[in-house]
Each structure stands twice: as structure tokens, then as C-alpha cells.
């Protein structure tokens, strides 16, 4: 599964040249720039980076897990990123802690690449594959992510694992391979819930390859078993602190009543007629837990008022309009490295035109490997999952590789359909 013996030699090449320079640029970026890519302020926590550390910060002094209201504890952000800071901080010191996170992150998207291969290769080639890998190697937001303390380079480089293993178990049928699906699918649940779904993409599969159902049923058992294993610490840490189940967090309330703003205009609430008074005392005066609850409410008393007035509105609002969001622009927040956001959203762009292509020429080749269905249902969770909250290029960076392995198989049909393949391979053999 990992081997790349069979690879000819300038796949090989190409693909250390990809992964090496990710690491290497992306070592520099951490060293060069330090602490001025928090998009918060240590003294006034007002970002989920800075609330991160303060949070880890807190749990290295108290053994308390917070994160808005210090000390209280806290369900609102899953525990991976915050123990795994707090770890690095007993081991480095406060802030050395924050320096070996972002290093560790650098080596997490360097091994991303190569998991980007050995994924594509298995859905399509080799060469579409590798393509991927480059096309990704140039995406400036997987240098500057990793600069970050946030969810987003531990998450992707989970879920790659577990789709690496899923493919595996859907090929092999073998136990191992869904006992370590599940091992992955736990370990990235502990970092960001909305990979809690994911079980959907691989039924899929299943009815796709017409798995049996009394093996279905085998499997599932058998990765609930293991995802429970891996989560387990955390709901028993949560029962006990609040006397309830607590599979995930507590959280979805501010994304969900954000979600209900059509373009996200929060302004229109001054024009909309609703009676907001009603909420003001419980949501300024309650815990983070009650606070979820109020907005929960609050968002439940708009679309219960305002869709039945403009039902196409919040349709339309609730697919094609969210979906624009999610897609529209890269993850990329602040200029590093010279490249300019247009620069990034134009490539972006460029990106997901082909990547559009692939999957129409994709779905029309009469010989398509069916396995290659699942990055196009993993594009898909990751759009279907955030609708009902709030959307944006943050939330669909981790489907970004699979995305680019359409790109690429766009790519490399467009170069044979004009014979620029050949000459391309003529030039290397020359060289």
C-alpha cells in the first residue's frame, strides 16, 4: 500500500521533490514569520488560535480543559488540538510548545503529499497522482496553514489516513483495514466532529461494490467498536464534568443561527420584524452550554418565521448559495511569501474549473474505476455537512486534495487530447 518500488523513476523523484519542498518552505514560512501569523491577540483571546493556547496554556497549569470563560470547563472545541499543545508545552516550554506544533504540522503536510499520491493512485494512476501532488505543492494555503494554530493540518492529514485505510478495506475486505478506518476516523473525530458523518460516504461504497449485508454489518460493528475506543476518554471526561452524554461538543448553535443569514448579512435582522428581546437576558447571562442551547432556539424561531416568507430565498440560500461560499475562495487569510490573495484565488479558481471538467469526463468514461467514486462523495460530504451551519474556504480545505485529483485528471486528458503529454515526456527523456 505504500510502496512506491514499481514507480518509474521520475515519479519517484517528482514526488520527494514535492514533499521536500513543502517542508522545507514551509520550515522557512514558520521561522520567518513566528507569531505574527496569529490572526488573534494573546492579551485579548479573540480568535480560536489564541484561544487554543490560552486553553493549553490553562490545561498544563490546572489539568482544566477551557476555552471561552476560563476556568470553566468546556465542550465547545473537540480536545485534540488543545492536549496535543499542552503535551508539546511540557515538554518545550509555553511558547517553544508552539514552535514544535507548527514544525510537527510542517512534517503532517509533507506526509500529506505522499498520502495524496498513494490515494490518487489507488482512485486513478500514477501519473494523475502525481499531477495532484504537484498541482497541490503550489497551493500557497498548504504552506501557510501550517503557520497556523488551528485544526486544520492534524484533521486532513487524519481523514487522508482514513481514507487510505478505507480504500483498502473496500478492496480487501479485511478486518485490519476497518479496524484502522476506524482508528483514523476516531482520531480525526477528536480534532473536528463533522468527520462524525463519514460513515454515509463509505455506504455508499458498499452499495456501489455490492457488499453483503451480513459483512456490512461485521464491519461496522467492528469500526464503531474501535471509534468508541478512541472517544471514549472524552465522553467519560464530559459525563462526568456535566452529567450527560456529550459525544462531540456543544458548539453548533453560533455556527447554525450565522447560517441563517442569507449572504451571511446580520444587519437584516433590524429590517426582518422578528422579536429578538425575548433571548437578549438568557444568552448574555448563561454558560457556554446554555448559550448553545439560546442560539439553537434563536435560530430555530428565525427559519420558523422568516422561511415561510421567502421560501426560494432560503432554498436557494441553503444549496447553491452556501455552496458558493464553501468553494469560493481558498483558506488563505493572510499574504505570505509574496503570493497575493488574488494570486490565490485565481489559481483556486483555475482549480476547481478543471477540477469541474474531471469529474464530468470522469462520470462519462465508460471504464472508470468505481472506486474513484469515493473522492467525488468525499467532495461532496464535505460541501452536504456544513449547509445547515455556517460555510466558508476554511471548512472545505480538507477536500481539497480530492478535488485536485479531479483537476489532475483533467489535466493530463486535455494534454493527450492536444499531444502535449508526449512532447512533455520527450523533453524529460531528452534531458
Given at each position: ?70 476556568p ?31 514544525v ?7 506526509c ?6 498513494l ?7 500514477s501519473k494523475?497522482?502525481?499531477t ?5 505543492t ?14 486544520e ?7 487522508m ?72 476518554p ?16 456543544m ?10 443569514y ?15 428581546k ?7 447571562h ?59 484565488a ?38 452536504a ?47
Amino acid at each position: 500500500m505504500f510502496s512506491i518500488k514499481e514507480e518509474s523513476k521520475v515519479i519517484k523523484i517528482l514526488l520527494i521533490v514535492c514533499c521536500f519542498s513543502m517542508f522545507i518552505l514551509t520550515l522557512i514560512s514558520i521561522f520567518y514569520y513566528g507569531n505574527s501569523t496569529l490572526m488573534g491577540n494573546f492579551y485579548k483571546p479573540n480568535n480560536d488560535d489564541v484561544k487554543f493556547i490560552r486553553s493549553a496554556w490553562i490545561l498544563c497549569q490546572t489539568g482544566i480543559y477551557t476555552y471561552h470563560k476560563p476556568p470553566s470547563p468546556t465542550v465547545f472545541m473537540m480536545p485534540g488540538l488543545p492536549y496535543t499543545l499542552a503535551f508539546l508545552m511540557k515538554i518545550f516550554n509555553e511558547f517553544g510548545g508552539i514552535t514544535a506544533l507548527r514544525v510537527i504540522q510542517a512534517v503532517l503536510q509533507s506526509c500529506s503529499l505522499f498520502f495524496m499520491f498513494l490515494i490518487g493512485r489507488k482512485f486513478f494512476n500514477s501519473k494523475v497522482a502525481i499531477t495532484a501532488v504537484i498541482l497541490d505543492t503550489f497551493c500557497i494555503a498548504e504552506i501557510w496553514i501550517p503557520n497556523l494554530i488551528l485544526t486544520e493540518s492534524f484533521f486532513k492529514f487524519f481523514v487522508m489516513l482514513l481514507i487510505l485505510f478505507s480504500m483498502e478495506a473496500l478492496e480487501s475486505g479485511k478486518l485490519k483495514h476497518y479496524i484502522l478506518g476506524g482508528l483514523f476516523w476516531g482520531l480525526a473525530a477528536l480534532f473536528r466532529p463533522t468527520i462524525a458523518m463519514y460513515p454515509i460516504v463509505i455506504l455508499i461504497m458498499w452499495f456501489i461494490k455490492k457488499i453483503k449485508f451480513t459483512d456490512g454489518v461485521k464491519y461496522t460493528l467492528v469500526t464503531i467498536l474501535v471509534f468508541s475506543a478512541v472517544l471514549s476518554p472524552w465522553w467519560i471526561r464530559n459525563y462526568k464534568i456535566f452529567h450527560r452524554f456529550i459525544p462531540f461538543t456543544m458548539a453548533t448553535g453560533n455556527p447554525m443561527l450565522q447560517g441563517t443569514y442569507i449572504n451571511y448579512d446580520q444587519s437584516s435582522r433590524e429590517t426582518d420584524g422578528l422579536n429578538y428581546k425575548q433571548f437578549v437576558y438568557s444568552y448574555k447571562h448563561n454558560s457556554e452550554l446554555q448559550q448553545n442551547k439560546v442560539e439553537i432556539e434563536i435560530s430555530k424561531y428565525r427559519m420558523k418565521n422568516l422561511f415561510p416568507k421567502h421560501p426560494l430565498q432560503f432554498i436557494l440560500w441553503y444549496t447553491l448559495g452556501k455552496t458558493w461560499w464553501h468553494l469560493n475562495y481558498p483558506f488563505y487569510w493572510a499574504q505570505i511569501l509574496g503570493v497575493s490573495f488574488v494570486e490565490a484565488a485565481l489559481y483556486h479558481a483555475i482549480m476547481l474549473i478543471l477540477a469541474a471538467v474531471g469529474l464530468w469526463k470522469f462520470f462519462k468514461d465508460k471504464n472508470k474505476n468505481k472506486l474513484a467514486y469515493m473522492p467525488a462523495a468525499v467532495i461532496l460530504y464535505f460541501i452536504a455537512v456544513y449547509l445547515p451551519f455556517f460555510t466558508m474556504g476554511r471548512y472545505f480545505y480538507p477536500a481539497m486534495p480530492y478535488v485536485l485529483m479531479f483537476s489532475a485528471y483533467a489535466l493530463l486528458n486535455l494534454c493527450d487530447k492536444y499531444g502535449l503529454t508526449k512532447k512533455i515526456i520527450a523533453t524529460i527523456n531528452k534531458k
